[in-house]
């Protein structure tokens, strides 16, 4: 029901920002919790980060592993989510995914109901 395309990434160098875009549309789409999610080659796919509006209020949730490094945000106007990626590290480098759920952002899960395609961040020298 709710869409979302993914675009943004790109190939940088450790320390540099990049800044991810999810579009989404659909009914409400705005009102959904919005994941970020990655998957590195090998390994299993991770939240990252989670927007969500509840009572009112807006929550963020980031993993550890880029808790002062990413910041998510939401424009309602353009049903727009972002993903502001700074002091990127070479383990950052996974497909990111986007992702929206009738749901909550807590407890940490992946089954989010509706993705998109994935974007490639690659940080390397």
């Known amino acids: 029901q709710v869409q979302l395309v993914e675009s943004g990434g790109g190939l940088v160098q450790p320390g540099d920002s990049l800044t991810l875009t999810c579009a989404t549309s659909g009914s409400n789409s ?49 049903n727009t989510v972002y993903l502001e990626m700074a002091s990127l590290k070479p383990e950052d480098t996974a497909v990111y995914y986007c992702a929206a759920d009738r749901g909550h952002c807590l407890p940490p899960r992946l089954d989010f109901a509706s993705w998109g395609q994935g974007t490639q961040v690659t940080v390397s020298t």
């Open 30 to 78: 705005d009102s959904y919790a919005i994941g970020w999610f990655r998957q590195a080659p090998g390994k299993e796919r991770e939240g990252v980060a989670c927007i969500e509006k509840s009572e009112g209020s807006t929550f963020y949730y980031y993993a550890d592993s880029v808790k002062g490094r990413f910041t998510t945000s939401r424009d309602n106007t353009e």
